[in-house]
């Protein structure tokens, strides 16, 4: 049984070569000489003779197996096509899943202890905290969808530099809680925090999780949601990024998207006090006995009253 499927295999893989070049070598003569024929109109397989005739040997094999473009390349331009610093944070954090889960890498050697980062100066520690999301698994595999989506997202909103300090900014903060509450590793709540900082730039725009349309700025939430049902414990790191994201977002003006521009806009304009047109009616009177503004006073002339010179009689005592 084993000869007899060795040589059906070898006959299957001949056949297979014999195939590709009996194609590439129909596309060589088709490309030498195409199919032209004057006396009658251009039909379906006219058209087609014609599309052969233009097609290279090894586009005609990519095309049989499957597509004209391979998987590696649509894999390179996909993240190529990445922005830099997310770009960046993706290749560390595969590297870092790919060594742990290969056991290379050890956690102690890259979760936060403040005491080596302050006296042995190891100060990758929460940049690799920040970038560790465990080994090879599903939740890897969600973390990177979150972490790509909303940080591509972000980056491409806020700019190369802008949405570098931003993330420094979240990393040493959520550092220090992992610091004081004794969690090894951060990447859960920085890749929260980017998520809030992206949902709020369209806080009103509708989008679907599930089947169930919500606000963009509620899509935080129901990830905690869903963390919960899935693991059936607390995401306490993830809440802690909810916190972070919200912070950054109400201190740093540049953060904050259109939306909230055009709100504070309209929220000054009601408030401001309004124009009354000539002739209306305010409250107090028309304005016409209204006090005039106090200036300077002047000097107090008395009144001189004429006088009129005695007559006669008066000169006689009558």
């Known amino acids: 049984r084993n000869a007899t499927w ?33 006396s009658r109109p251009a039909t379906g397989q006219a058209l087609a003779a014609t599309t052969r005739s233009t097609c290279r040997p090894s586009s005609c094999v990519l095309q049989l197996r499957g597509g004209a473009v ?3 390349e649509n ?10 610093v997310t770009r960046s944070w993706l290749s560390l954090v595969i590297a870092q899943a790919a060594l742990a889960q290969a056991g290379v890498l050890k956690d102690e050697l890259i979760s936060i202890d403040a005491a080596l980062i302050t006296h042995k100066f190891q100060w990758w520690r929460p940049l690799t905290a920040a970038s560790f999301l465990g080994g090879v698994g599903p939740q890897l595999l969600q973390k990177l969808y979150y972490l790509v989506s909303f940080g591509r997202e972000l980056e ?12 420094t900014s979240c990393i040493m903060m959520l550092s220090f809680v992992c610091h004081v509450v004794g969690w090894p590793f951060s990447a859960d709540g920085i890749i929260m925090a980017v998520t809030v900082l992206c949902t709020m730039q369209m806080p009103d725009q509708q989008v679907s999780m ?21 693991q059936q414990q607390i995401p306490w790191q993830d809440i802690a990024g909810v916190f972070v994201g919200y912070a950054h977002y109400m201190v740093n003006g540049n953060l904050q998207g259109d939306a909230a521009f055009h709100k504070r ?37 008395p009144k001189v009253v ?13």
């Open 210 to 230: 599930y089947g169930l349309r919500i606000p963009y700025q509620y899509l935080p939430f129901a990830q905690l949601g869903m963390s919960y049902m899935f």
């Open 265 to 301: 806009s309209a929220a000054a304009a009601a408030a401001a006090p309004k124009p009354h047109s000539p002739g209306a009616r305010t409250l107090g009177g028309d304005g016409s006995n209204a006090k005039k503004p106090a200036g300077r006073k002047r000097p107090y002339k």
């Open 70 to 72: 391979s998987l590696l």
């Open 306 to 318: 004429g006088v009129s010179p005695p007559g006669p009689d008066c000169a006689g005592g009558g």
């Open 156 to 167: 491409l909103v806020l700019g190369l530099g802008e949405f570098l300090r931003v993330v």
């Open 6 to 38: 060795r040589v059906c295999c070898r006959n299957m893989k001949s056949l297979r070569l014999c195939l590709g070049a009996i194609l590439a070598g129909a596309c060589a003569h088709n490309q030498h000489t195409p199919y032209t024929k004057r």
């Open 75 to 84: 894999v390179q331009q996909a993240y190529f096509g990445v922005p830099v």
